[in-house]
C-alpha cells in the first residue's frame, strides 16, 4: 500500500512539473531502435519510447555528445563525445551506465553507422588526411583494438548495406553548413561502394540537387535531397533494382534534418521536433516528447562578463567601453566601477565606440527588430536616440570623423557608408567584392584630421587590396593604390601630411620539405605616402646643426621680458583661436610617392597614429617562436 501511495505521489507531482515541458523542441541527432528514440538534447543524451512520452537523460557528463546510434539489436549506444577536449567514439548500454571508449586519436572521430554483426562501429576521421581537410572511413572492433581504414580517399556520411559488403555514402557534405538550395560542384553526391570489389556507382550523377546522408535498407537507399518542388531537404528513396527515385515526405516550410535508420522507421528532426516514419506504412507522424530538467543553467548567477569584444577607449584614455553579451559596458583604465551602459534584456547592442569628444556613445541596437545606429550622453543615463531606419541587416564597425558630425561603417552587404549626424542623411561610398564575415569584422576605416577624407581598402577583382580615399566634400572617389600589390588598413598622421599603410611587397620564399611548394610568409611592410607633392619624403635626409646663442642687448632684453609676461596670455589665446588646418591632397601620382619605412618586413596589425609617431601591432612572424610580440 505504501508503494502505490508513493507512486500516486510521484505521478500526481509529475502531472503538475510536466506541462511547462511537454513537446520540447532543440531536439537533435536522433535514432530508432525496435522500441525507443535516442537524440542528443543540451548536449546530453536521451532516450524515449517510440510511442513519445517522457524522455530519460542516458548522459550528464560536462561534456558534448552527439550522433548517437544504435547497435543491430539495440542494447547498445555508438555516440561521439567530448570529454577530454577531443571527439571520440564512446559505447554505452541503452539503459545506461559508464561509457566504454574506442577510440584515442588527437583528432576528431564522428561515428557514422554499425556494421550489421553489432561488433563494428564505422566513423569518420580526418586523422590521415594530411591537411585535416577531409574525412575518410574507418571501422573499429567494440571490443577494442587498432582501427582499420577503409579503402577510400574521402568519405563522410554513409551507411552499411544489410550484409556488410557494401557501402552507400558521400564522399563530401554540406550538411553542417548554413547556406541553402545550392546548385553546384560542392553538392555531396551518394555513391554505392563495394567493399570487396572495390566498383563505384554515383547515383545522384545525373541531379544536381544535394544528396545527403543515405541509409541502406533492403533493396532501397533512402536519403535527404531538396530535388523536390519545395526546394526543402526531404526524405527521399531510391530502388537499386529499378534505379527510381521516390520523394516520400513534403515539408515546405523547414529542411528535415539527420534522419536515421531503425529496423522499422526511419526518425529525423524538423523544425526541433521529431518525426518517425514507418517503412511499412510509408507514412510519417510526430513524436511528442517530454524533456524534464532540472533547470540548473537557468540559475541566476553573478559572473565577469564573458565574451568581451569590439573594445573603444575613450579619448582622454580614463575609460574603455566594450561590448560583453549584448550589452555595453564602460570599464575604467584604473579607477572606479563597471558600469552597465544598456541594461537592456532583450535587446542586443553591438560595436560600441566613443565619439571624440567623449560626450556620446554611439552603437548598433536591434531594439526596433533590426540594428539601427543608437547613441546616448555618455554622462547620463537619458534614454538612447535611433537615429537611423536601415531595415533588415547587419553592419560592423563605426568610426566617428574627428568633428564628431559623421560616422562611417560597412555592412554585411559590403556596402560602405557614412552617415551625417548633422544631416541626418546616409552616403554611399563603395561596396567590397567578396568580404565575408571575417573581412567585414575587420573592415577599418581612417578620417583625416579636418573630417573631410575617408581612407580605407577594400578588395578587388583579381583578389588583392587597394587603399581608397573617399572626398566627403566632393563626393568623389579615389583609388589610392593599384593593387599589384596587396595594401591595406590605411591610416591619417596627426597632421594630415602622410597616410600610413600596410603592404605586402617583400618575398623571400621558403620551400616546403613535404608537398614542393613555396610560401611567402612575412611579406608584409609599413609604407606612407606624403599626401602633397611638396611634403619632403618622410625618408629624406635630416642634418642636425648647432644653435649659436648671441648676446642680446639691453632693449631686446626688455622686450623679451614683456613678451614672457604676456607669455601664458598670448598662449591661451592661441589655443583658443586654434583650428584644424584643412587637409590639402594631390591625388595624381599619390603611389608614385609610396615609401616604405625602415622597419623589417612581418606580420602587422592596427596600425595607430598619434603627433610625431606611428603605433602598430607586430605579431610573430611565420616561423617565429613566439618571442617577439610587441
Known amino acids: 500500500m505504501k508503494k502505490i501511495c508513493s507512486l500516486t505521489l510521484l505521478f500526481s507531482l509529475l502531472v503538475h512539473v510536466l506541462p511547462a515541458q511537454i513537446d520540447a523542441a532543440l531536439l537533435r541527432y536522433p535514432d530508432v531502435s525496435q522500441t525507443h528514440i535516442v537524440f542528443t538534447y543540451a548536449n546530453d543524451l536521451w532516450v524515449v519510447p517510440k510511442a513519445g512520452g517522457l524522455a530519460w537523460r542516458l548522459s550528464s557528463p560536462a561534456g558534448v555528445e552527439v550522433f548517437p546510434k544504435f547497435s543491430p539489436d539495440g542494447k547498445s549506444i555508438a555516440f561521439t563525445g567530448n570529454y577530454d577536449g ?13 561509457p566504454n571508449r574506442l577510440t584515442y586519436h588527437g583528432l576528431n572521430d564522428r561515428i557514422v553507422d554499425w556494421f550489421p554483426d553489432g561488433k563494428q562501429v564505422l566513423f569518420a576521421s580526418g586523422r590521415e588526411s594530411g591537411r585535416e581537410r577531409f574525412n575518410q572511413f574507418f571501422k573499429t572492433t567494440v571490443a577494442g583494438g587498432l582501427p582499420e581504414k577503409l579503402p577510400l580517399p574521402y568519405a563522410e556520411f554513409g551507411s552499411v548495406s544489410p550484409d556488410g559488403k557494401q557501402l552507400a555514402l558521400t564522399f563530401r557534405t554540406q550538411v553542417f553548413r548554413t547556406w541553402k538550395r545550392y546548385r553546384g560542384g560542392w ?17 545522384s550523377i545525373n541531379n544536381d540537387a544535394a544528396d545527403e546522408l543515405p541509409m541502406w535498407h533492403g533493396n532501397s537507399i533512402f536519403f535527404l535531397s531538396d530535388r523536390g518542388a519545395e526546394k526543402r531537404m526531404n526524405l527521399w528513396e531510391y530502388n537499386i533494382a529499378t534505379k527510381a527515385f521516390a520523394q516520400l515526405t513534403t515539408f515546405k516550410d523547414y529542411d528535415v534534418h539527420f534522419p536515421s535508420l531503425g529496423p522499422e522507421d526511419i526518425v529525423f528532426e524538423t523544425g526541433g521536433k521529431l518525426y518517425l516514419f514507418n517503412l511499412a506504412s510509408r507514412k510519417h507522424q510526430e513524436v511528442k516528447v517530454e524533456v524534464v530538467t532540472d533547470g540548473a543553467g537557468l540559475k541566476p548567477t553573478i559572473e565577469a562578463a564573458k565574451n568581451i569584444e569590439h573594445a573603444s577607449i575613450a579619448p582622454d584614455g580614463n575609460r574603455v567601453l566594450v561590448e560583453a553579451r549584448g550589452e555595453v559596458f564602460n570599464i575604467p583604465a584604473e579607477n572606479g566601477f563597471v558600469k552597465n ?69 560597412i555592412d554585411k552587404a559590403m556596402r560602405i557608408k557614412i552617415y551625417d549626424v548633422s544631416t541626418n542623411q546616409t552616403i554611399d561610398v563603395d561596396r567590397g567584392m567578396r568580404l565575408m564575415h571575417f573581412g567585414l569584422e575587420n573592415f577599418s576605416a581612417s578620417w583625416s584630421p579636418d573630417s573631410r577624407w575617408l581612407a580605407y581598402d577594400r578588395d578587388l577583382d583579381n583578389g ?25 588598413e590605411p591610416v591619417f598622421d596627426a597632421e594630415g601630411k602622410h597616410l600610413f599603410m600596410l603592404t605586402n611587397q617583400f618575398f623571400q620564399p621558403t620551400y616546403s620539405d613535404i608537398d614542393n611548394t613555396f610560401i611567402y610568409p612575412n611579406s608584409t611592410k609599413i609604407a606612407a605616402i606624403a599626401l602633397k607633392k611638396s611634403t619632403p619624403s618622410i625618408l629624406a635626409p635630416k642634418n642636425d646643426v648647432v644653435n649659436m646663442k648671441e648676446d642680446k642687448k639691453e632693449d631686446e632684453k626688455s622686450s623679451d621680458k614683456k613678451k614672457k609676461e604676456n607669455g601664458d596670455k598670448d598662449k591661451a589665446d592661441d589655443k ?39 603605433l602598430y601591432h607586430h605579431l610573430p612572424n611565420t616561423g617565429s617562436d613566439g618571442k617577439n610580440m610587441v
Open 576 to 614: 583658443k583661436d586654434e583650428k584644424v588646418k584643412p587637409v590639402d591632397i594631390d591625388l595624381d601620382g599619390l603611389e608614385s610617392r609610396l615609401v616604405m619605412l625602415p622597419i623589417d618586413p612581418g606580420n602587422f596589425g592596427s596600425l595607430q597614429t598619434v603627433k610625431g609617431k606611428l
Open 187 to 203: 553538392n555531396a553526391e551518394i555513391h554505392l561502394f563495394n567493399l570487396e570489389t572495390l566498383a563505384s556507382e554515383n547515383i
Open 86 to 98: 577531443n571527439e571520440d567514439v564512446y559505447v554505452i548500454p541503452s539503459l545506461g551506465g559508464i
Open 341 to 409: 551602459v544598456t541594461q537592456s534584456a532583450g535587446v542586443a547592442e553591438r560595436y560600441p565606440t566613443w565619439s571624440p569628444d567623449g560626450k556620446y556613445i554611439a552603437y548598433w541596437s536591434d531594439r526596433s527588430g533590426e540594428y539601427e545606429l543608437t547613441v546616448r550622453e555618455a554622462k547620463s543615463d537619458a534614454t538612447e536616440r535611433k537615429l537611423t531606419a536601415y531595415g533588415a541587416g547587419f553592419r560592423y564597425n563605426l568610426y566617428w570623423s574627428p568633428d564628431g558630425k559623421k560616422v562611417s561603417f
Open 464 to 488: 588583392h587590396q587597394a587603399v581608397f580615399l573617399f572626398d566627403y566634400q566632393s563626393k568623389k572617389l579615389t583609388q589610392v593604390t593599384s593593387g599589384y600589390y596587396t595594401c591595406l
